[in-house]
């Protein structure tokens, strides 16, 4: 099973690639894309930290680019790479300040 989903996951990125217009999609599956993005990079700020920072910089260009290319016009989209941004900035300040017994 895991195969079959592996190959199915594998044609549509292909087809992705060389896709000239946005693929057919619905407004669900859309949102379910961009909001999996978001909440990929905001389990990865606390569980990595400030050594996500490129990947997480990478995750909010993914999102501007994936809502660019599916023609999402939402001021939502904007506040899910802001939210990454803040995520980073606040586990960047958690890192420096000194705690009880060193740097936590």
Known sequence: MREGLLAAFDRRMKNTDTATAPLQTSAALTAD????????????????GSDAAEE????SSLIQEAASFWDVGSPVVD???????????HQTERERAPQLGGYQ
């Open 33 to 48: 894309a961009l909001y999996g993005l978001y909440r990929y990079g905001m389990d990865l700020s606390p569980n990595m």
């Open 56 to 59: 997480l910089h990478s995750i």
């Open 79 to 89: 506040q899910l790479c802001a939210n990454i941004d803040a995520a980073l900035d």
